[in-house]
Nanobody, 119 residues
Framework: QVQLVESGGGLVQPGGSLRLSCAAS????????MGWYRQVPGKQRELVAV???????NHADSMKGRVTISRDNAKNTVYLQMNSLNVEDTAAYYC?????????????WGQGTQVTVSS
């Protein structure tokens, strides 16, 4: 059983910063691409940023220059540093990982962490 647990969300003022973390646990052999997505009620979940096992990254155009995604393979953890946040960044943020166990490869999601940008 693989579980992803996110942390770091909360309330922040416009222009502020937050760092999200997502740690995977379970019988993990390796992890491929890790990513962060976000969703607001009534809208589809959208990409924020992804990072491959080799360290290549990609970001949504709306987030470029404001976010940094990184990973610690030894800790099975992915991070999202977000700066210059604005009210449009308010959403539930979800991490996603491609996890390889001894008998399968699967895409796993965290439970979500709320980020609210408000003055």
């Amino acid at each position: 059983q693989v579980q992803l647990v996110e942390s770091g969300g909360g309330l922040v003022q416009p222009g502020g910063s937050l760092r999200l973390s997502c740690a995977a646990s379970g019988n993990i052999l390796s992890i491929g691409t890790m990513g962060w997505y976000r969703q607001v009620p009534g809208k589809q979940r959208e990409l924020v940023a992804v990072i491959t096992s080799g360290g290549s990254t990609n970001h949504a155009d709306s987030m470029k220059g404001r976010v940094t995604i990184s990973r610690d393979n030894a800790k099975n953890t992915v991070y999202l540093q977000m700066n210059s946040l604005n009210v449009e960044d308010t959403a539930a943020y979800y991490c996603n990982m491609r996890v390889y166990t001894w008998n399968r490869a699967g895409d796993y999601w965290g439970q979500g962490t709320q980020v609210t940008v408000s003055s």
